[in-house]
C-alpha cells in the first residue's frame, strides 16, 4: 500500500528486519560505553577519521563469534593476518571502512550477517617528534587530527626554561625533491592555545621549543645582571631592559661576543644610535654588555 509516497512496510517484515538489526545496534552500543575515556576525549569525529597504517594496531570484536575476535597488528605492507582470510589490505582505511570490508568478506563463505566491530588501541604509524624545553620530549603517535597546541599539551607543556619561539619542521615534496618548511610560532601563545590551534600536524613532523636565550649586562646601568633575550632584541632595547643607565654612565657601550679563543670586542655610542647616524645592533645569546663610566 502506497500512502503520500512512502511504502508501508509489512508486520511480518519489519519484525524481521528489527530481528536482524537490532543485535547489530546493541553491541555498537556496548562498545561506545566501555570505550577508554581518553580516546572519548580525544574526539570521536578526529577518530573515526582516522586511517590506520603501518604498525598501528587494531581490535576486532565479532558479535557471537569469539573465534574470530582479537587484536591484530598492521604489517609493514599495510595489511592484517585475519581469521578464514588470510592476508587483508587495510592502510589507508577507516576503522568503519575495515569493518564494513571485513563483514563482506566473511559473508560470501564463511558467515550470515557477521557483525563487526573494529577500534584501534596502539596508535604507532603517525609519529611526531617533539623535542627542546618541554616536560617529557620524545616521539608521540597523531590519533587523528592533532594540532600544535595539543602535542605540546601532550609533551606535558612549556618547561619553565623555555625560550620564546617553538619551530614547526616538516618536509614538503616539491617536484619529487623534499624540501625543509619552518614555521615559527610564539612559544606563550601556544602555551595558552592562542597560537597553534589551527595548525594540524602531519607524520614525520619536528616541534622544537627554544631554550631560554639570555645576555648578561653590567658597568653603569641601574641593574646590572643577566636578562631573558627575545627575537631581535636591539642593544638599546637590552639597556631599556635592565632599567636603563646609571646616573655616571657615558656614552660608550661596549659588546663583548664569542669564547675565549674567538672573542671580539664591539664598541657602540648611543648617542649616534639615538640620532639614528649608527644602526641599533642585535643583540645574540650569550653577549656581555659593558656600559662605561663617563670622565668629569
Same mark, same amino acid.
Given at each position: 500500500m502506497i500512502e503520500g509516497g512512502v511504502r508501508a512496510v509489512p508486520r511480518r517484515e519489519l519484525c524481521y528486519l528489527l530481528a536482524m538489526r537490532l543485535p547489530r545496534l546493541l553491541f555498537a552500543l556496548m562498545v561506545v560505553a566501555?570505550?577508554?575515556v581518553d580516546a572519548? &576525549?580525544?574526539g570521536p569525529a578526529a577518530l573515526a577519521s582516522y586511517r590506520v597504517g603501518a604498525g598501528d594496531v587494531l581490535r576486532v570484536e565479532a558479535y557471537n563469534h569469539d573465534e574470530i575476535s582479537g587484536e591484530f597488528a598492521v604489517e609493514a605492507g599495510g595489511a592484517i593476518?585475519?581469521?578464514?582470510l588470510g592476508q587483508i589490505e587495510v592502510a589507508g582505511r577507516t576503522t568503519a571502512e575495515i569493518a564494513d570490508?571485513? &563483514?563482506m568478506l566473511l559473508e560470501e563463505d564463511y558467515y550470515v550477517d557477521v557483525q563487526l566491530q573494529v577500534e584501534v588501541t596502539e596508535y604507532r604509524s603517525k609519529p611526531v617528534t617533539v623535542l627542546g624545553e618541554v616536560a617529557r620530549p620524545g616521539t608521540y603517535y597523531l590519533e587523528g587530527r592533532t594540532s600544535l597546541h595539543q602535542i605540546v599539551a601532550e609533551a606535558g607543556g612549556i618547561r619553565p626554561s623555555a625560550g620564546a619561539i617553538i619551530e614547526l619542521r616538516r618536509l614538503r615534496d616539491v617536484e619529487g625533491v623534499a624540501e625543509p618548511v619552518v614555521r615559527v610560532f610564539h612559544t606563550a601563545a601556544v602555551s595558552?592555545?592562542?597560537e597553534g590551534r589551527d595548525v594540524s600536524l602531519e607524520p614525520g613532523d619536528v616541534v622544537s621549543v627554544s631554550v631560554k636565550q639570555r645576555y648578561f649586562i653590567t658597568g653603569e646601568i641601574s641593574s646590572p645582571g643577566q636578562y631573558?633575550?627575545?627575537p631581535g632584541m636591539t642593544l638599546m632595547q637590552a639597556i631599556s631592559q635592565a632599567g636603563g643607565q646609571g646616573k655616571f654612565a657615558s656614552q660608550t657601550v661596549e659588546v663583548h661576543r664569542g669564547r675565549d679563543d674567538a672573542k671580539e670586542i664591539m664598541t657602540f655610542d648611543l648617542s649616534q644610535i639615538r640620532k639614528g647616524k649608527t644602526q641599533d645592533p642585535i643583540i645574540e645569546a650569550g653577549d656581555v654588555l659593558i656600559v662605561r663610566r663617563r670622565f668629569f
Open positions: 566501555v570505550a577508554p572519548q &576525549e580525544a593476518s585475519f581469521p578464514l570490508r571485513l &563483514e595558552t592555545g592562542e631573558d633575550l627575545s
